[in-house]
């Protein structure tokens, strides 16, 4: 009040009361028309929405004994009447509607806009059922657009794993709520498709009120989904929700969970498949080698009863080594194609995957520690002084220093005296070149300095 002290000031729960008071006294026995927006029924039975008139929006709620009574179930989007009066919840110090009544006036601007687009689209063929493409047995790579943090994520993720943790799930974290949202789904499913190894998206996100799922109603996503190279499942929302997501995607499913389920086989049964086919394979290629044998048999017999048949038993023995070749050979090619499934199903589990990765980090390890400057000084350091080692013992240092290398004639070296006779022949090795000598003498000590003369 105009001119009060601060000792006069109101509490905020007295100031709120007397704001409920005038509410709830002014208007009572209200009729309101607006379109149907975010209604949401609680645990409680509660239903709460928000009437919307361009703009503008009214907070509502529905309470759980006039919910039940009431024979028609609003749906998003729909322009409605609603009879009742304003209320202020004291602890938020908001007002809204509580509506007694609810009746419809006809389709709101935003049913309208959806129902267009749905007849627009539906007369171009992206609904129809001829265009839907079937799902691969058993895809490379599965490809998810939805929201990074969102409980559809790790649903997915966790049946993916659970039933063929082979195969790997590419994440594209698009925002599926809010303005941005349309363009980014669309171009999340555009960047999948074109990408190596993916042959199957799912799109989609938990359930919400109509306008969480708006982005999933609308012609930029549908025509995303349409172009997609590869087959789009939808799971948007509940099992009770349908988008026009759901009506363009190659198949439909309730929840993202049963989403993952359809994408992906269960690895455990076609390991047992495959093992089941080998054998009947086997055992089918044995009944018939059998049922050939016996009558391989049959005509010997009717040929050994005639006469003049080795020219016929010739021409039966090259038919049954040819036949005996083909039957090997098919069981030989069928063990093969048997063998590289296996291989090829072993060679996607995490163990052999992790264990490929690790021998290529331990190789990109060695390959960094040999570049190393330090090992590289290293092995220069004991390079050269191995090479000054060698170098000590070459016999070629010896002759530099004025030694030389004699030998006999056998090829021997001469070491001592006692290694030689007179008269024998010997060469030797100087720095430069060699000399031939015949021996003329010899002695256990030094030589004398002068040649020794001759009488």
Not at 77 to 87: F, I
Not at 118 to 124: D, H, P, R, V, Y
Not at 158 to 174: D, E, F, G, M, T
Request: net charge positive.
């Amino acid at each position: 009040m105009k001119g009060a002290s601060a000792q006069s000031a109101l509490p905020v729960a007295t100031l709120t009361g007397h704001i409920r008071d005038l509410l709830e006294s002014n208007f009572r026995g209200l009729w309101v028309t607006g379109e149907l927006r975010e209604v949401k029924p609680h645990h409680t039975g509660h239903v709460y929405m928000a009437l919307r008139d361009g703009e503008a929006r009214l907070d509502a709620v529905v309470w759980k004994g006039t919910a039940a009574t009431m024979r028609w179930r609003p749906a998003e989007g729909t322009l409605v009447a609603a009879y009742g009066r304003l209320s202020l919840y004291a602890p938020h110090g908001a007002y809204r509607f509580i509506i007694e009544r609810l009746e419809p006036v006809g389709a709101g601007a935003l049913d309208a806009a959806l129902q267009a687009l749905k007849a627009k689209l539906a007369a171009e063929g992206l609904f129809a059922v001829e265009r839907k493409r079937p799902l691969p047995k058993l895809p490379r790579a599965v490809g998810v657009v939805t929201s990074a943090t969102g409980a559809a994520r790790r649903d997915i993720e966790a049946v993916v794993h659970r039933r063929s943790p082979q195969i790997p799930i590419i994440l594209y974290p698009a925002t599926v709520q809010g303005d941005t949202a349309p363009a980014d789904v669309a171009r999340g499913i555009a960047r999948l498709g074109g990408t190596p190894g993916v042959d199957v998206i799912i799109v989609g996100r938990g359930g919400g009120s109509g306008d969480d799922l708006a982005a999933f109603d609308t012609e930029i996503v549908a025509r995303a989904i349409a172009a997609c190279p590869v087959p789009v499942i939808s799971a948007v929302g509940h099992e009770t929700d349908t988008s026009i997501a759901d009506l363009v995607a190659d198949l439909r499913a309730p929840t993202p969970s049963a989403a993952a389920e359809s994408a992906v086989p269960v690895r455990d049964d076609l390991l047992r498949l495959v093992d089941d086919l080998a054998e009947r394979t086997e055992a089918a290629l044995r009944r018939g080698l059998d049922r050939h044998a016996e009558r391989l048999k049959a005509l010997t017999r009717r040929l050994e009863r005639g006469v003049s048949f080795d020219a016929r038993r010739r021409v039966l023995d090259r038919l049954s080594t040819r036949l005996h070749d083909a039957a090997r050979g098919a069981v030989g090619s069928r063990r093969q194609r048997l063998v590289a499934a296996e291989h090829a199903l072993a060679t996607q589990h995490p163990h052999a995957r992790l264990k490929r990765a690790r021998e290529a980090l331990s190789r990109a390890r060695s390959r960094l520690e040999a570049l190393g400057p330090q090992p590289a000084a290293t092995a220069r350091s004991q390079l050269a002084v191995l090479a000054a080692r060698l170098q000590a013992l070459s016999p070629l240092a010896s002759l530099d220093r004025g030694y030389s290398l004699t030998r006999r004639a056998d090829g021997g070296v001469v070491r001592a005296a006692t290694d030689v006779e007179l008269g024998d022949t010997l060469t030797t090795q100087l720095r430069s070149g060699w000399v031939s000598s015949t021996v003329t003498a010899r002695g256990e000590s030094a030589p004398p300095t002068e040649p020794e003369s001759t009488p």
